[in-house]
């Protein structure tokens, strides 16, 4: 029933506009939506809009970005020109402080915050899969985003109605720490070993280095004023004992791949607020070493 924009470039963007989006999806199945260019004026009902970053026109009342961290400031500048006075504007990267970065990048823009537990890729261009039955976005305010409880319910309701499981959450600080001390240790775990998860499952020393990485994240965020819900070793454990033991995290293939990655945000950065905070963090110093010069 909403009007949706796609930001594309490149082969991904070409095909969706000369094939449709084509979504292979554990929750909705196999379905194919018809694509327009997207210029701002006319809106197709049950088709989706594409445009670039450079070309986007128009105001959009909920922007989600889903970009990877070494991308985001290659949108700022749509994310700005998108915003109008009402529109919240939702980052849910895996990775920590994003909600504060792009407010930063994105004066007068009302940023707020949020991570996704789902399983997804691009399998090919136009062709996007969704593994599995999860789909649940947490979101909530930032201190001085500007965003009434109204308008965040409002968010809520818009994303459940499309199929999301959308949870408003009292602390989102909390929440996206907690996503990114789990990401991190998952995906340094498996980069370290060149190994998926199935070994992380087994007692050993991968999961020796998941638990110590974990551990360390915590009394980070325990020193940056961080109040965990549930101890995160064990919340960590029950997540990554449920998976395939085939999966691995995408930072994982990128860099077995040689492409970009989200290393910076996703390892780097937690070895320095450790550095910064005084956080003795023995297992990310050695698995942070493995990377940093190679
Ligand atoms: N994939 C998953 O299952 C999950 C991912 N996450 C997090 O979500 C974020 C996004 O991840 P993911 O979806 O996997 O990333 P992908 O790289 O698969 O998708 C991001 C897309 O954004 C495009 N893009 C980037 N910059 C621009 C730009 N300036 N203009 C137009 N398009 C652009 C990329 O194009 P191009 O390829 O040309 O760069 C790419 O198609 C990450 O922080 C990730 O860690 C969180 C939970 C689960
Ligand atoms: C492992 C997964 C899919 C879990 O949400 C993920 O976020 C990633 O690969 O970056």
């Known amino acids: 029933g909403n009007e949706v924009t796609c930001v594309a470039r490149g082969e991904h963007k070409e095909k969706m506009l000369a094939h449709g989006l084509r979504f292979h999806s554990g929750i909705k199945g196999e379905q194919v939506v018809p694509c327009y260019v997207y210029d ?6 049950g088709e989706i809009g594409v445009a670039t970053a450079e070309t986007y026109r128009g105001k959009a009342e909920l922007i989600l970005v889903c970009v990877k961290g070494y991308s985001v400031d290659s949108v700022a500048d749509c994310i700005v020109r998108a915003s109008g006075e009402r529109t919240v504007v939702l980052p849910i990267l895996n990775v920590y402080g994003s909600g504060p970065r792009i407010a930063r990048a994105c004066p007068g823009s009302r940023v707020i915050d949020g991570c996704i537990y789902i399983v997804g890729y691009i399998q090919a261009p136009g062709e996007v899969t969704q593994s599995g ?10 201190p001085g985003d ?6 965040l319910e409002t968010v809520r309701r818009t994303l ?4 999301v499981k959308a949870i408003l959450s009292e602390d989102i600080d909390r929440d996206t720490f907690a996503k990114w001390g789990f990401i991190s240790a998952m995906a340094g775990t498996g980069a370290f070993f ?6 992380v499952q087994r007692e050993g020393e991968e999961r020796d ?6 551990k360390e994240s915590t009394a980070l965020g325990e020193r940056l ?13 029950r997540v990554i004992d449920a998976l395939d033991p085939q999966t691995t995290s ?45």
């Open 225 to 237: 004023g961080i109040r965990f819900r549930e101890d995160p070793v064990a919340a960590n454990l």
């Open 146 to 151: 500007g965003v009434s409880s109204e308008e």
């Open 40 to 45: 701002g004026t006319e809106e197709r009902p």
């Open 160 to 163: 459940a109605d499309a199929g």
């Open 133 to 142: 039955q999860v789909c649940k976005l947490v979101f909530g305010a930032r």
């Open 194 to 199: 060149d190994a998926p998860m199935g070994a």
């Open 250 to 294: 995408s930072l994982q293939k990128d860099l077995k791949k040689g492409r970009e990655s989200e290393i910076q945000g996703q390892l780097f950065d937690m070895l320095d607020a450790c550095r910064k905070q005084g956080i003795e963090a023995p297992t990310y110093e050695r698995v942070v070493a493995k990377f940093r010069n190679s």
């Open 209 to 214: 280095v998941f638990i110590g990485l974990t």
